[in-house]
Antibody
Framework: QVQLKESGPGLVQPSQTLSLTCTVS????????VHWVRQPPGKGLEWMGR???????SYNSALKSRLSISRDTSKNQVFLKMNSLQTDDTGTYYC?????????????WGQGVMVTVSS | DIQMTQSPSFLSASVGERVTLSCRAS??????LDWYQQKLGEAPKLLIY???NLHTGIPSRFSGSGSGTDYTLTISSLQPEDVATYFC?????????FGAGTKLELK
């Protein structure tokens, strides 16, 4: 059974660093790509970045200077770190996956984790 | 970045009605267009991928079409459980970009 689950602090202070974990089960991180997508309250979705099956990463240029995605395949976890947080970084953060090889659509999503940036 | 414009932003329709949602890209996206359904408080759910392919387990009342810059999601007979916000996503070029969504309500 494919599952993705995000975890992390619900509250982060402005200018601090956000650290989130996506723990997956039912598939291997060495066979699938994992992405991070976020959604401000009541607004649309923004693609943030991707961890490829081979360990390569790519980022949305709008966030690239602040964002880092890494993984630990032994723990089936993908990590997101984003620094210099501001109030407009408040929102729900999702991890999702694609199968790659002509199946680059997001077929499974985590439940999301709500992050509030506030002092 | 490719801009995705969805219309309408809000739509009110009756049960059994045929509903059409639109998504327009700022440039040709070569049919790399997916549709997602998001119910209140839930994660997005894949409905349609690559313009017109129905994802596993999705009811056949959902269908997609389009090419170039213009794409459409159609619900042939609206059901109460279809109340949700619908997003389109282009995967033709980086960064992937979503439309702002169409909120679908029952009349």
């Amino acid at each position: 059974q494919v599952q993705l689950k995000e975890s992390g602090p619900g509250l982060v202070q402005p200018s601090q660093t956000l650290s989130l974990t996506c723990t997956v089960s039912g598939f291997s991180l060495t066979s699938y790509n994992v992405h991070w997508v976020r959604q401000p309250p009541g607004k649309g979705l923004e693609w943030m970045g991707r961890m490829r099956y081979n360990g390569d990463t790519s980022y949305n240029s709008a966030l690239k200077s602040r964002l880092s995605i890494s993984r630990d395949t032994s723990k089936n976890q993908v990590f997101l770190k984003m620094n210099s947080l501001q109030t407009d970084d408040t929102g729900t953060y999702y991890c999702t996956r694609d199968e790659g090889y002509k199946r680059y659509y997001f077929d499974y999503w985590g439940q999301g984790v709500m992050v509030t940036v506030s002092s | 970045d490719i801009q995705m414009t969805q219309s309408p932003s809000f739509l009110s329709a009756s049960v059994g009605e045929r509903v059409t949602l639109s998504c327009r890209a700022s440039q040709n996206i070569n049919k790399y267009l997916d549709w997602y359904q998001q119910k209140l408080g839930e994660a997005p759910k894949l409905l349609i991928y690559n313009t017109n392919n129905l994802h596993t387990g999705i009811p056949s009342r959902f269908s997609g079409s389009g090419s170039g810059t213009d794409y459409t999601l159609t619900i042939s007979s609206l059901q109460p459980e279809d109340v949700a916000t619908y997003f389109c996503l282009q995967r033709n070029s980086w960064p992937y970009t979503f439309g702002a969504g169409t909120k679908l309500e029952l009349k």
